[in-house]
């Protein structure tokens, strides 16, 4: 990777969140597979479990202090297998050169350099690390945030976030897929698509929604293609829904129904070029609606230059203190410098 940053990364004092373990336990990993066989401890690399009807069944450790690889469903030595719960813990066994996830920090990465010892650093500004092909790529959606990272290769699993959509799990990644229109939902206890949503046992087309969204995956609303506009020679076009940030309706006319979607977690609808991009890189003014479909305990307060920050958890407004003014919500800290993020414009 170029540009590789030398620098040891400390803590800065102003650092607003410590990084926390996957917020996923092997139950909930089981509940999502239709499958039976072994998935990964998200708050111990040694550790396993074993799932058979949606259930966890049995757990134990490796032996020998050996590494459990979930997507190989086996034990291997600390040396060469990644520790899928802690990039230090990898650094220190590793005994030839490598970089790592940090995974409490999408923006950042470690390298190991083979002596165990650590090094960080960090993507370029609204970037995230992948770890799939050692790049860093666009944000803030981080690619090591999937339950796809304890469970084993070629499996599809619901997504514990969207209730009747899916994941098809590779490498330890997840990417997400949509059923057949004619059967939308995915349903994690037979792991196929069906016509009756799984989370609400209807068939109206009333799929899940992201948290705080009025409207549902699917549903249809008059009116809502009023005043929109195709980019280019486009048959179609996508318009915002104005009651969230990361929500938008595609349309095919402007006298149309409008069919209402969300945007993937951790990005938000940015309607000038009618995309999903990094909630950073735009101004949404939707009231308290910053927070919306991100995976971030805090975010920059629209119209504050982010010298406001709000607290997703309680919707408290907070400041960053007076020698950190400005609170940079990609870093996920405060600092001296005002990030150069459309947000803080």
């Excluded at 090094?119 to 609204?126: A, I, L, P």
């Excluded at 803030?140 to 599809?156: A, E, H, L, V, Y």
């Excluded at 799984?198 to 409207?215: A, E, F, H, L, Q």
Aim: net charge negative; with cysteine.
């Amino acid at each position: 990777m170029g540009g590789f940053n030398m620098k040891i990364c400390a803590l800065a004092a102003c650092l607003l969140l410590a990084g926390h373990a996957a917020g996923y336990s092997m139950e909930d990993l089981c509940a999502q597979w239709s499958g039976s066989g072994y998935v990964g401890d998200p708050s111990d690399c040694h550790g396993w479990g074993y799932c058979q009807g949606q259930k966890l069944v049995s757990w134990n450790k490796c032996n020998n202090g050996l590494v459990f690889n979930a997507q190989t469903s086996t034990c291997g030595f600390a040396n060469s297998t990644i520790c899928t719960t802690s990039a230090e813990a990898t650094c220190k066994a590793a005994t030839s050169p490598m970089y790592v996830a940090v995974l409490n920090d999408c923006n950042k990465y470690g390298y190991c350099f083979g002596n165990g010892s650590i090094g960080y650093g960090n993507c370029t500004t609204g970037g995230v690390y992948a770890a799939n092909n050692n790049t860093c790529v666009w944000g803030p959606s981080c690619p090591q945030d999937t339950i796809c990272r304890f469970m084993k290769n070629d499996i599809f699993v619901g997504d514990p976030n969207t209730c009747g959509s899916y994941l098809q799990c590779n490498s330890g990644y997840g990417t997400p897929g949509q059923c057949p229109t004619k059967s939308p939902y995915f349903n994690p206890a037979n792991g196929y698509c069906q016509p009756t949503n799984p989370c609400t046992g209807d068939s109206s087309n009333s799929g899940s929604s992201p948290s705080g969204s009025i409207y549902s995956v699917g549903q249809e609303v008059a009116g809502a293609c009023a005043g929109g506009t195709a980019i280019g020679d486009a048959a179609y076009f996508y318009v915002a829904d104005n009651k969230t940030c990361y929500g938008y309706f595609y349309c095919t006319s402007t006298t149309a129904a409008g069919t209402w979607n969300s945007c993937v977690l951790g990005t938000q609808f940015y309607p000038t070029n009618q995309t999903c991009v990094s909630p950073a890189a735009f101004d949404c003014t939707v009231a308290n609606g910053r927070c919306g479909n991100v995976n971030s305990p805090f975010m920059a307060v629209s119209g504050t230059t982010c010298n406001e920050y709000q607290i997703c958890a309680s919707g408290t407004i907070a400041s960053c203190p007076a020698s950190n003014p400005y609170y940079d919500e990609v870093n996920n800290i405060c600092t001296s410098t005002k990030p150069a993020y459309a947000i803080c414009a």
